[in-house]
């Protein structure tokens, strides 16, 4: 059942028609609920909200899949504002990415340079950027120019997906850079040759891949709404004396709210993932279809307000 529901999901998210229409009513029944806003100043209140709650947060524009120089380098600027704007109204807040939204699928040389412009100024106000990763066939050029941009910059991070069987050879391969590593299932629809097919196999492997940057220690983002991994999280980092300050939780904005709140009690930090723009909907299907009871959650959220 769970695997219909995710390629249902996954089928949803790429539905043109559907895409379109929540891009025109979104704004009423997203904002503020799974997404910040429309744009990032509309965001701001919500994550000053967040803030004040105890949570750190990361913002994403979202939106991928660029075709054009031009798109490519407006999303660019969008950044870099945004970045701008986070020093300004000093927010605890990070800043995440999609390469092809900056133009990966147009050329390498065109994302790296949209990328050094994005860093300058992320490292001029020490803010951190996380290259979201996507899917499988992309895997290797995003970490290639992350390796790249590594060299010269500190406040960059990326995104390290359980499902995907090279994934622990990654994390392996990625030691001798010492970064700050996201660590999630993953939510896109790959082939059994590139990533587990099996729920319980990916559970495993994401618990492999924890334990190794945490023994390891490397400060690392555990983004998951698993229960059982984050029951797994705290007792492999009591268990090993591991400290708070190494290691953080990470959740979307709108879903589980509560649990999200008694981890911030119990002195774990949590960053909040909060997204803005109009193009919400594929992301939404995404997060459905990596974890359909993330439905629940959004429905509850949505009604509160």
């Known amino acids: 059942m769970s695997v219909i529901s995710r390629d249902f999901f996954l089928l949803l998210s790429n539905n043109k028609a559907l ?3 929540a891009q025109n009513w979104g704004g009423n029944i997203a904002s503020g609920k799974i997404v910040g806003g429309i744009d990032f100043p509309s965001s701001i209140k919500f994550i000053k909200e967040l803030n004040e709650e105890g949570f750190s947060v ?5 939106g991928e899949f660029v075709t054009s120089k031009e798109v490519a380098r407006e999303r660019t600027e969008e950044c870099i504002r945004t970045i701008e704007t986070i020093v300004a109204q000093r927010l605890d807040a990070h800043v995440s ?5 900056l133009g990966l ?22 803010i951190m950027v996380t290259i979201d990763m996507e ?3 992309r895997c290797e050029d995003t970490l290639s120019i992350f390796k790249a941009l590594k060299a010269d910059y500190t406040y960059i991070s990326t995104v390290i997906q359980a499902y995907l069987y090279r994934s622990e050879k990654d994390v392996q391969h990625l030691n001798a850079y010492e970064p700050f590593l996201r660590l999630v299932k993953g939510a896109y629809k790959e082939s059994p040759k590139v990533a587990f097919p099996k729920k319980i196999d990916v559970d495993e492997n994401y618990k492999k891949i924890i334990k190794t940057r945490l023994l390891n220690g490397y400060y690392t983002g555990i983004a998951t709404h698993d229960d059982a991994i984050i029951e797994y999280t ?28 008694e981890l911030v009690k119990q002195g774990y930090k949590m960053r909040v993932y909060v997204p803005y723009g109009n193009d919400w909907y594929g992301y939404f299907m995404r997060r459905l279809a990596e974890r359909p009871a993330n439905l629940a959650f959004v429905l ?4 509160k307000k």
């Open 19 to 21: 895409n379109r229409a």
């Open 135 to 137: 899917d499988e066939k």
């Open 58 to 62: 990361t913002v994403d524009h979202l």
């Open 97 to 101: 990415l999609k390469l092809t939204s």
């Open 105 to 126: 699928d147009i050329s390498k040389d065109l994302v790296f340079e949209n990328m050094i412009k994005i860093m300058n100024t992320a490292e001029k106000y020490k």
């Open 300 to 303: 509850k959220g949505m009604t």
């Open 234 to 261: 705290k007792r492999l980092v009591e268990e090993n004396q591991i400290p708070r300050s190494q290691f953080e939780f990470q959740m979307l904005y709108g879903m589980r709210s509560q649990t999200q709140k």
